[in-house]
């Protein structure tokens, strides 16, 4: 009888979940596995990171919490969730679309601003979204956003605009 080996996954589900969602963080952040091996020094070799995507070999714990360390992400989001749920398109809430550019947000200093980074940040990780440019809020966000912003709800685009934070690609 052969021993097990947690690093021998063969035909784990979970373990290939896992993979998915390492591969669509590290794709977030528009990462190659070679640059992820070269930007951790080495660290996170292509040929394992890309054993770990696949499913086919399980990481540590304690090498998960270096993984998210280095994407910047809390170590939950690592981790697959079975209830994530997404809006219907013909929502209307979610057609009402504003594009917050990220960076540049980053780079305002003040109380409203730093309550909206937080607000983003949680929004962030409801999705599972880290890319870490621009997100994308919806009409229940902007409602908050505009409270934050001390403008009225219709003008919340205007106000982002004027403060240079919508998103143009």
Excluded: W
């Amino acid at each position: 009888m052969r021993d097990f080996d947690d690093d021998d996954v063969h035909s784990s589900p979970y373990s290939r979940k896992v993979g998915e969602r390492l591969r669509v963080i590290r794709r977030q952040k528009r990462l190659s596995l070679q640059e992820v091996e070269a930007n951790s020094g080495d660290e996170f070799k292509a040929s394992v990171l890309g054993a770990y995507e696949r499913g086919e070999r399980a990481i540590s714990v304690p090498r998960l919490e270096r993984l998210a360390k280095f994407y910047n992400v809390p170590v939950d989001q690592l981790l697959p969730r079975e209830d994530i749920s997404i809006p219907a398109e013909n929502d209307p809430a979610a057609s009402r679309k504003i594009a917050i550019d990220l960076v540049k947000l980053g780079q305002l200093s003040g109380q409203p601003f730093e309550m909206l980074i937080r607000f983003l940040k949680m929004i962030q990780v409801q999705r599972q979204d880290f890319n870490g440019k621009v997100i994308t809020v919806r009409g229940d966000d902007t409602r908050a956003i505009a409270a934050m912003l001390d403008v009225p709800v219709d003008q919340c685009g205007e106000r982002l605009d004027a403060l240079d934070l919508l998103f143009h690609p």
